[in-house]
């Protein structure tokens, strides 16, 4: 059992469970004990896995704009957890990145979470994180997911990914924008 935050980075940062990824492996992820937001989303992509930095593009530019939070708060890990479902860069297919490997949430994820004690509010960025974190029966599409947010306030937000691929999505969603962007910029600047 991993007895503090800085031990359990140093055991997930020097993970190898992915050996055979395309780019080899490289945990990607912030956590601090005092934490009191967690964003929880899919995997690193190929600029973020050469980067070494989380939601270092386009889609974090979006997000921090949708948390209406300065970067240095976003990078801040005495604030916010970015904890994906999969650490490293899974590959690329067919429609874009593969999915987020599945032994690194069997082996880290209940760890990681066990030490963001501190956790306030949950953002679930995509179905893969979100079909983990809103564990239930019931077979939803994300955009349903995300129309009920309300549903999972104040404490967990479904979000679609912040990604410029997902423009048409927020088009024909506009009530996200109208309605949970407020929602969540309120919550994020309750706490932090």
């Not at 690193?44 to 386009?58: A, N």
């Not at 239930?136 to 129309?147: G, I, N, P, S, Y």
Request: charged share 25%; glycine share 8%; aromatic share 6%.
């Amino acid at each position: 059992m991993v007895k503090n935050v800085d031990s359990l980075l140093s055991q997930v940062r020097s993970c190898e469970l992915c050996d055979g990824l395309p780019l080899g492996p490289r945990p990607i992820l912030q956590i601090g004990a005092s934490a009191k937001i967690l964003i929880a989303g899919q995997a690193p992509g190929r600029i973020t896995h050469h980067k070494g930095i989380p939601f270092d593009d386009p889609s974090g530019n979006r997000l921090r704009d949708w948390l209406g939070i300065s970067r240095e708060e976003f990078y801040d890990p005495s604030k916010i957890a970015l904890v994906p479902m999969g650490f490293c860069f899974p590959g690329t297919g067919k429609g874009g990145d593969l999915p987020p490997r599945k032994e690194c949430a069997d082996t880290w994820r209940i760890p990681v979470l066990e030490q963001l004690q501190q956790i306030e509010l949950t953002l679930v960025i995509g179905q893969y994180a979100i079909d983990w974190h809103i564990a239930d029966d019931q077979k939803m599409t994300l955009t349903d997911r995300v129309a009920n947010w309300k549903n999972h306030m104040p404490d967990m937000l479904p979000l679609p990914h912040p990604s410029p691929r997902n423009n048409r999505w927020l088009k024909r969603n506009p009530w996200f924008e109208e309605d949970v962007l407020p929602a969540l910029k309120t919550r994020v600047g309750e706490l932090i």
